[in-house]
Structures are given as C-alpha cells and as structure tokens.
C-alpha cells in the first residue's frame, strides 16, 4: 500500500512537471508570437502602408527619396519674397531598424532616421536651402524606450519655421513637456530666435512652469503657477533674467540634443 502511494506521487509530480512545462511553452510561443504579430503589423504600417501623397503635396515628391516616407509638411513663405515655401520631415522606411524591445515601454521601437528639409520656391520651382538629419529624433528610441515619440509637429507661422517636440514617458519620469522652436531666415540661415516651454509633473499636477526666450533680446520669462487646494486660489510667480547670447543657433548644424537639451553631443 505505501509503495503504491510513493509511486502515485511520483506520477503525480511527474504530471504536474509536464503540464507546467507545457504551460510556459504555451505562454511562451504565444507571447513570441504577440511580438512577431505586433512587428508585421508596424513593419505594414511603418514600411508598407505609406499615406498617400495628395494632389497639393505630390510636388515635392522628387525630394523624398526612395524608401523614405513623408511625416510632416509645413508650407509658408520663409524668406520674404511672397511666394510659399515648404518644410519637410521624412522618414527612412529601414525594416532592419524595427527593433523588437525586451525592456519596458513599447514592445518594438521604429528607430529608423528622420530629416527635416526646407524648400524654396521660385516662379514654381523648388530649391533645396538646408537637409538636416539630426534634428529631429526617430519615433522611438533604444535608449529610453517608454518615451512617446516627441515630434509634436511642424509650422510655418508669421514667416517663421516653428518645430514643436514633446516628452511623455509611460516609466521612469511624471514629467511631461512641450517645447516651441521659432526660427527666422537671417543671413541666409535659420536662426533660432525664440523658446516657448511648459513643464509639469503628474505627481503634482497643482503646479504648472512656463517659460519663453526671447534669444536676440537675451531674455527668459519664467511663469510658475501654483494651485493651492485649501484655498482654492492661484499662486503666480513671475521671473525675468538675461542671458548672454554670443551668436544665434543655426539650424541647419543643430542636432537634436543640442536643440532641446542645451547639450554637445
């Protein structure tokens, strides 16, 4: 009887084994099998499935070349002569730069590069006056991959080229950011002429920080809002300093760490 019952539990351990085995084979598969899905499809929507060009952007199409794919578009007149120009951000379309992420964040990240291009336009013909691939980050990153893609957009407004990014991370930061860069045709050049930002945190969403540079008067305004919930009033602090500018930034030889963060890579 008691070898009956030792050989019972043998089996019995013996099946539970197979079956956990079995279970985190299933699990397993299953999961490469999520990540596999999930790349076809961005691989399809990143690489295949590419927007059509319409009838009013179909004209710069001789400047996206092959295997790139149009982003944004802005369309304005940059250097005063009353006719539209156009800025452009693409995209390469490099399957080899999808990357599946085994860390947290976004299961697979498209670092493939971006540039942004600005076009001159005369009597109907367009020019290439400046190609940066630097300036503008890929929508993912290896190297923070829980932070969204933070090209906020592209805008030609008052004569002057504006690039909007934005920070939001799913991990490791509460904050969230938005940043305004205005640059002005100078001297055959895009200069970076002024900053406008906002910050808050969303461990404490009471307090709220605005900032604008004025980078050819050398001059930053700081607004810091405070919500005080026990009085149900607002705090506003107000904040102006100078600052030395010794020559204005040119676009055309920023990288993106040296635009946003204030770094030399």
């Known amino acids: 009887m008691i ?3 030792k050989k019972f539990k043998i089996l019995l351990t013996v099946f539970i084994l197979v079956v956990l085995c079995s279970l985190f084979f299933i699990i397993n598969k299953q999961g490469k099998e999520s990540v596999d899905t999930d790349l076809k499809s961005l691989a399809k929507r990143e690489l ?3 927007p059509e060009l319409s009838e ?3 004209k710069y199409d001789a400047f996206i070349p092959h295997s790139w794919r149009l982003v944004e578009v802005a369309e304005g007149d940059l250097n005063k002569d009353g006719q539209s120009d156009t800025a452009l951000v693409i995209q390469k379309t490099d399957k080899s730069m999808l990357k599946v992420n085994t860390s947290l964040g ?6 493939n590069p971006r540039k942004i291009i600005i076009l001159f336009q005369n009597n109907g013909k367009y020019s290439v006056v400046l190609d940066n691939e630097n300036v503008i980050p890929s929508s993912s990153s290896e190297d923070d991959s829980c932070v969204d893609d933070m090209l906020g ?3 030609i407004k008052n004569g002057n080229l504006q690039i909007n990014y934005g920070f939001w991370s799913s991990c490791g930061s509460w904050g969230v950011s938005n940043n305004n860069f205005v640059f002005s045709y100078r001297s055959n050049q895009f200069k970076l002429i002024e900053q406008e930002g906002s910050y808050f945190s969303r461990a404490n969403l009471n307090v709220n920080t605005k900032t604008y540079t004025n980078y050819v008067t050398g001059e930053i305004n700081t607004t810091v809002t405070t919500f005080v919930e026990s009085s149900g009033k607002e705090i506003v602090k107000r904040e102006t300093k100078k ?3 010794e020559n204005l930034k040119n676009l055309a030889a920023l990288t993106f760490k040296q635009l946003y963060y204030g770094k030399q890579d």
């Open 106 to 111: 976004s299961n697979l990240l498209n670092v």
């Open 3 to 5: 070898k009956m019952v």
């Open 243 to 245: 600052i030395k500018i």
């Open 48 to 50: 295949v499935d590419l």
């Open 153 to 155: 957009g592209l805008e």
């Open 56 to 58: 009013q952007t179909k």
